[in-house]
């Protein structure tokens, strides 16, 4: 028999020993039970079953009271403290002994630790374990004491150990239903009044009750935080809460995470009631980010909330009336390039600056020439095919521009070079450049200073006729030579 109670024994204490914390992760801040806290007054009544020498199966009835303290806990584990006292009787049945029946009148005291543990919001199993001081007086059928039990050759009191295992079922806040079973080990082999067998006596209990817990904590809002430590006493059913009952605001901005539009706003940034950063300028860009947060509605922004400005003036670009200004050219308030001297050139382009107001220029800013003279050559007649070699064709020409230049010797000169659009920009420069310099070699082997001359390649830029027809494209192949002064 005392293996047979060291194997039962083992099987209701063993759960006290395994981490149920870690087979049931908590979280702190929730509460799983409903007696932390509390003090709790059970009434019940159990039927007993004798573990002794008498072998036939017997049962007995017996009452118990007890009062339980749960220390405070926030999560599916509480422990708390026991003290009981409990009055019945245990009986045996046996053949085989004299007397054949035996019944033992029981009274005990005592107390122990108690484990509480939430299977759901409505039912706990417990654990008991402790000790308890056992009055006994084992008597027979006819109601006189047994005979060793007569003859005082045993105390008749003695330290008993007990186990229990049970469950309650809430019914209210404050009243459960419990079921539960137990054993009470005896150290001694006098309970039956036999001391015949080489194991202790003990008795089995299987019983059922009321509870009533006192001093219970409330939960109005039930987001598992004590009514008592509660600082948000109104949470909505089913929002998460920190350990003071308030909804979890892990961006700290002030805004609930259930009510947070933005839940990863940073630390100290303003937010508005949807908990998202301010934008007062709706540009979609929060405001503790815009360098610009006064933008005009509709206005499309870059990364800090400012207007684009892609020409890099200065002036953005729903402002800017001359939005393909070149990089570094100043501008005025509408973007435009500056044209200092209002001559229409703007600076940038303009060869002549400080023009008179009102005073006509050409296309660089500066004045037209008087009274200058020209000679088109066209590169047809006067130049080889592809090339800036002079043909004869052309020296009669320019044989009346040296005749000119030699009777007015204080005269200057100014050769353009010009190539119709076909083939490459660069290409059109450069034999541009060359044919007017072709022309100016002319003029130098006749004598004609170089200091009176300008020579310039302008390609393909100023055409006089349409470059779309063979016409247009002849005009536009030509040597200009002006007088410039």
Same mark, same amino acid.
């Given at each position: 028999?005392?293996?047979?109670?060291?194997?039962?024994?083992?099987?209701?204490?063993?759960?006290?020993?395994?981490?149920?914390?870690?087979?049931?992760?908590?979280?702190?801040?929730?509460? !799983?039970?409903?007696?932390?806290?509390? /003090?709790?007054?059970?009434?019940?009544?159990?039927?007993? =079953?004798?573990?002794?020498?008498?072998?036939?199966?017997?049962?007995? !009835? =017996?009452?118990?009271?007890?009062?339980?303290?749960? &220390?405070?806990?926030?999560?599916?584990?509480?422990?708390?403290?026991?003290?009981?006292?409990?009055?019945?009787?245990?009986?045996?049945?046996?053949?085989?002994?004299?007397?054949?029946?035996?019944?033992?009148? =029981?009274?005990?005291?005592?107390? @122990?630790?108690?484990?509480? &543990?939430?299977?759901?919001?409505?039912?706990?199993?417990?654990?008991?374990?402790?000790?308890?001081?056992?009055?006994?007086?084992?008597?027979?059928?006819?109601?006189?004491?047994?005979?060793?039990?007569?003859?005082?050759?045993?105390?008749?009191?003695? /330290?008993?150990?007990?186990?229990?295992?049970?469950?309650?079922? /809430?019914?209210?806040?404050?009243?459960?239903?419990?079921?539960?079973?137990?054993?009470?080990?005896?150290?001694?082999?006098?309970? #039956?009044?036999?001391?015949?067998?080489?194991?202790?006596?003990?008795?089995?209990?299987?019983?059922?009750?009321?509870?009533? +817990?006192?001093?219970?904590?409330?939960?109005?809002?039930?987001?598992?935080?004590? %009514?008592?430590?509660?600082?948000?006493?109104?949470?909505?059913?089913?929002?998460?809460?920190?350990?003071?009952?308030?909804?979890?605001?892990?961006?700290?901005?002030?805004?609930?995470?259930? /009510?947070?539009?933005?839940?990863?706003?940073? !630390?100290?940034?303003?937010?508005?009631?949807?908990?998202?950063?301010? #934008?007062?300028?709706?540009?979609?860009?929060?405001?503790?980010?815009?360098?610009?947060?006064?933008?005009?509605?509709?206005?499309?922004?870059?990364?800090?909330?400012?207007?684009?400005?892609?020409?890099?003036?200065?002036?953005?670009?729903?402002?800017?009336?001359?939005?393909?200004?070149?990089?570094?050219?100043?501008? %005025?308030?509408?973007?435009?390039?500056?044209?200092?001297?209002?001559?229409?050139?703007?600076?940038?382009?303009?060869?002549?600056?400080?023009?008179?107001?009102?005073?006509?220029?050409?296309?660089?800013?500066?004045?037209?020439?008087?009274?200058?003279?020209?000679?088109?050559?066209?590169?047809?007649?006067? &130049? +080889?095919? @592809?090339?800036?070699?002079?043909?004869?064709?052309?020296?009669?020409? =320019?044989?009346?521009?040296?005749?000119?230049?030699?009777?007015?010797?204080?005269?200057?000169?100014?050769?353009?070079?010009?190539?119709?659009?076909?083939?490459?920009?660069?290409?059109?420069?450069?034999?541009?450049?060359?044919?007017?310099?072709?022309?100016?070699? !002319?003029?130098?082997?006749? @004598?004609?200073?170089?200091?009176?001359?300008?020579?310039?390649?302008?390609?393909?830029?100023?055409?006089? +006729?349409?470059?779309?027809?063979?016409?247009?494209? +002849?005009?536009?192949?030509?040597?200009?030579?002006?007088?410039?002064?």
């Amino acid at each position: 028999m005392k293996f047979f109670t060291g194997v039962f024994l083992s099987f209701y204490l063993f759960p006290i020993l395994l981490p149920l914390n870690q087979i049931f992760p908590q979280s702190p801040g929730v509460k !799983y039970h409903a007696f932390s806290g509390t /003090l709790v007054l059970s009434v019940e009544g159990a039927s007993t =079953l004798e573990l002794t020498d008498y072998y036939g199966a017997a049962f007995d !009835y =017996l009452g118990k009271v007890s009062l339980e303290y749960f &220390f405070p806990a926030y999560s599916r584990s509480s422990f708390g403290l026991r003290a009981f006292g409990a009055q019945g009787f245990i009986s045996g049945n046996d053949a085989g002994l004299s007397p054949d029946h035996f019944r033992t009148d =029981l009274s005990t005291a005592g107390g @122990g630790i108690v484990y509480n &543990f939430s299977i759901d919001d409505w039912v706990f199993t417990y654990l008991f374990a402790g000790a308890s001081y056992l009055w006994f007086n084992p008597k027979g059928g006819n109601g006189s004491k047994l005979p060793n039990n007569l003859a005082d050759r045993y105390d008749n009191h003695e /330290l008993n150990y007990n186990g229990e295992l049970g469950f309650r079922f /809430l019914l209210t806040d404050d009243l459960s239903f419990n079921i539960n079973g137990g054993v009470q080990v005896s150290p001694n082999d006098y309970l #039956d009044d036999q001391p015949l067998g080489t194991s202790n006596d003990a008795f089995f209990v299987l019983g059922g009750g009321f509870s009533f +817990a006192f001093f219970a904590e409330k939960d109005v809002d039930g987001d598992g935080v004590f %009514d008592s430590k509660d600082v948000c006493s109104s949470t909505p059913p089913g929002v998460k809460v920190d350990e003071f009952g308030c909804p979890i605001d892990k961006d700290r901005d002030g805004v609930p995470d259930y /009510l947070d539009q933005c839940p990863e706003t940073p !630390y100290r940034v303003l937010v508005d009631s949807k908990g998202c950063p301010f #934008d007062a300028d709706g540009d979609k860009v929060p405001d503790y980010i815009d360098v610009c947060d006064n933008t005009p509605e509709g206005v499309s922004v870059d990364e800090l909330g400012c207007p684009y400005d892609l020409d890099k003036d200065g002036i953005p670009d729903y402002q800017d009336k001359c939005p393909n200004t070149p990089e570094n050219v100043q501008v %005025d308030k509408d973007g435009c390039p500056a044209d200092t001297d209002l001559d229409g050139v703007p600076d940038y382009r303009d060869d002549c600056p400080e023009t008179p107001a009102g005073e006509q220029v050409d296309e660089n800013g500066c004045p037209p020439v008087v009274e200058v003279q020209e000679m088109v050559l066209s590169s047809g007649a006067n &130049f +080889a095919v @592809g090339s800036s070699q002079l043909l004869p064709s052309a020296y009669p020409e =320019l044989n009346k521009m040296v005749k000119i230049m030699g009777e007015e010797k204080g005269s200057r000169w100014r050769i353009e070079g010009h190539t119709d659009a076909s083939g490459s920009a660069e290409i059109n420069k450069k034999i541009s450049k060359q044919r007017a310099e072709s022309v100016l070699n !002319y003029f130098l082997s006749k @004598g004609i200073s170089r200091n009176r001359f300008e020579v310039v390649g302008l390609g393909e830029d100023y055409p006089v +006729a349409d470059n779309s027809t063979e016409e247009g494209k +002849a005009k536009n192949r030509r040597v200009l030579i002006i007088r410039i002064d």
